[in-house]
DNA sequence: CTTGACAAACCGTCCAGACGGTATCTTTAT
DNA sequence: ATAAAGATACCGTCTGGACGGTTTGTCAAG
């Protein structure tokens, strides 16, 4: 124990483990878990070396949005390239991430954090710009008024499993996605 | 400053007070700044006083929870009243409330706070309830999947009000609602 | 004179971050 | 090839402040 000092040193590999833990902790407990000390105890490592890696906490929780849009951007590549229409092709890549994040294994693990993150101003604003990012990118095939309705009824579902505050069984889900991604057509 | 003491005693008042004044710290400041501290003092109170109306601090969150219920309850009743065809009608009524909440004075007070409220798992709970509870009043008229797509949809929209991610026209805007309401009737 | 509505001082805990150190890794000079 | 010279990756302790909550006291109204 006393001498985590002399393990091999791996610092991308700690650097991972305190984004999983803080992840894991703000899932099981809340964000108001996702403490230095809690943090970096639960990674195995003393709270200087959470502060090596991350020189506040700020930039903790600036690397979990980092890793959650990483995440959220490859799974809408992903969807996109799988989809030969170009006409809200976008919008329809958006819907499945969306409605399926709840089923991903790790998906659930960043849900809690996700509206944590977007109570902190900071990250807010940071959300705003990815939103802007891609509105503009995807202007061309993905700005018509449907297109933006499907995607705002994807956040209202992505929040429902969010809070659990519906519950939705398979069925009517799958539903929704079909008569949503229709819309992202006409 | 000292004789605060003196003033006219006016329970229901300071009661009120706090509220506000606890709901507008978290619209300027973020959830964070919501501390008993800073409540008190904003309020004209000392920190005492506070915790004579409100016992502890989940106290004074569900208080502000009870208050913002109420009022988007009302609201929702007054489209209601307005509203004589059956079907659909308390997801109309929804989607008016919900996508004027931005424009409303008090409202814009609220929405910042209420993302917060739903991290809390207590409050989280209590909406969830909220939900379930209309759910199964309106169950005759509002169940169908696509009075469900449209609140969800809503909630998106209202989401991105409180985000301010997306800027929305006051013109897309009402077409949205538009074609929303739309959906609730067929 | 009792009760409700506050005030003011205080307490224990928690927490972000600073700091000074130590061990391991990498580069460079020889 | 190797040893010196940093650079990087940590550890352990400390501190100052914030925060939720308690306690005790004070005033006013009924």
Redesign the interface.
């Known amino acids: 124990m006393s001498n985590a000092y002399h393990r091999k040193k791996q610092p991308e590999r700690v650097r991972q483990q305190l984004l999983e833990v803080a992840a894991r902790l703000s899932l099981e407990q ?2 108001g878990a996702v403490t230095l000390d809690a943090v970096s105890q639960a990674a195995g490592v003393s709270k200087g070396g959470l502060l090596h890696h991350f020189p506040n906490k700020l930039a903790l929780l600036d690397g979990l949005f980092d890793e959650l849009v990483a995440r959220f951007d490859r799974a809408i590549e992903e969807a996109m390239a799988g989809d030969n229409v170009e006409r809200g092709r976008f919008t329809r890549a958006y819907l499945t991430v969306c409605l399926a994040l709840e089923a991903k294994a790790d998906g659930k693990g960043w849900q ?1 954090l996700t ?2 993150l ?4 900071h990250l ?1 604003a940071r ?2 710009e990815w ?1 802007a990012q891609r ?1 503009a990118e995807f202007a061309e095939t993905d700005s018509s ?1 449907n297109c ?2 499907a ?7 992505w ?2 499993d969010l ?4 519950e939705l069984d398979a069925q ?1 889900r799958s ?2 996605l079909q ?2 991604k229709a819309l992202s057509l006409q």
Do not use: M, N, Q, Y
């Open positions: 809340g964000i809690v509206i944590a977007l109570a902190e101003p807010k959300w705003r939103v509105a008024a933006l309705l995607r705002f009824a994807a956040d209202g579902i929040l429902a809070l659990e505050s519906h009517t539903f929704l008569k949503l």
